[in-house]
């Protein structure tokens, strides 16, 4: 998390530059006083800047959640924070504190916004497919030609391979990336790198 912490500090989004201030060891709260993963926000005092805190006590011990609430947040700078400088009060959360949240449709298009942003970030779908292929191989699992938004005519997972096996290839890609198993499984499917989709 440290190097995506240090590389992103200064950013230039669409020719505007913007300052990241990132807080990373302190509890983190919404506006209910309830605990968040992670919070982007901007204050018209500081021009040009983001602040983003990431809930240091609730990621502690785990660097993959660490590290996805971070990329998280680093989406909202970049898609939501230009726009919102010399606002007040603009807010765009890791995590959604109340289900009435999930009615304002801003916040939610922002949220699968950040979310995919985090995820191909973290887990882009050349380098995922071609660590998927090496493993496949290592375990002799098959593999078919089929549609899929991973590296261009390389063949995905072919279904009715043993599940055991497949799980494996799923956390071998985990560590890879140093995500969670979770985490490789919603970029495959995203990617549509296994035929058929995983079974859950």
Do not use: K
Request: charged share 20%; with cysteine.
């Amino acid at each position: 998390m440290g190097r995506l912490v240090g590389r992103s500090a200064e950013t230039l989004v669409n020719g505007r530059p913007v300052r990241v201030a990132w807080e990373l060891a302190q509890p983190v709260h919404d506006d209910a006083g309830l605990s968040v993963l992670g919070v982007c926000e901007t204050d018209p005092e500081m021009p040009g800047t983001a602040l983003v805190s990431v809930n240091g006590p609730m990621v502690a011990g785990r660097p993959e959640l660490a590290l996805s609430t971070a990329a998280h947040e680093l989406g909202h700078v970049l898609f939501d924070v230009p726009s919102a400088l010399g606002e007040a009060g603009r807010r765009f959360r890791a995590v959604t504190a109340l289900p009435e949240a999930l009615l304002d449709r801003h916040a939610v298009l922002s949220e699968r916004r950040a979310n995919e942003f985090m995820g191909a970030l973290l887990v882009p779908p050349v380098p995922l497919h071609l660590q998927m292929l090496a493993h496949a191989r290592d375990e002799g699992l098959r593999t078919v030609h089929a549609a899929h938004h991973g590296r261009q005519g390389s063949r995905v997972l072919a279904r009715g391979n043993p599940r055991e096996a497949v799980e494996g290839v799923v956390a071998a890609l985990a560590g890879d990336f140093g995500v969670s198993d979770g985490f490789i499984r919603v970029r495959l499917e995203r990617y549509r790198l296994v035929q058929g989709g995983l079974v859950s």
